[in-house]
């Protein structure tokens, strides 16, 4: 999954279950992560972080914050068996 495609499936599950008051400065740092997974790991790495972040929006009623959005990059670089670099903003993730 490309980021653009990802980015689209967050902000659907964010106009549904959240709405848009206050969702500009995290979907900037959402799509930072997903920039950053692809750059690490690519599309599927991307495709399961997009998955966390939709399913949490969905399943909580909430937009995950930035440390948590973090935590579900590194995971999901790691799901695909990918390792993140020390220089990554996602090594102490």
């Keep these: 999954m ?3 495609t990802a980015l689209r499936e967050i902000d659907e599950a964010n106009a549904k ?3 848009e008051e206050g969702y500009e400065r995290l979907r900037e740092e959402y799509e930072r992560g997903l ?3 692809d ?3 690519g599309g599927a790495a991307v495709e399961e972080l997009c998955r966390h972040l939709a399913g949490h ?3 909580h009623g909430d937009r ?3 440390p948590v959005a973090d935590l579900y ?3 999901a670089v790691r799901a695909v ?3 993140v670099p020390a220089e990554s903003f996602l090594a102490n993730a």
């Design 35 to 37: 920039r950053e997974v």
């Design 73 to 75: 990059a590194a995971a």
């Design 81 to 83: 068996g990918g390792e």
């Design 17 to 19: 279950h959240v709405g």
């Design 64 to 66: 995950p914050p930035v």
């Design 2 to 4: 490309d980021v653009e």
């Design 57 to 59: 929006i969905r399943h």
């Design 39 to 41: 750059g690490i790991a």
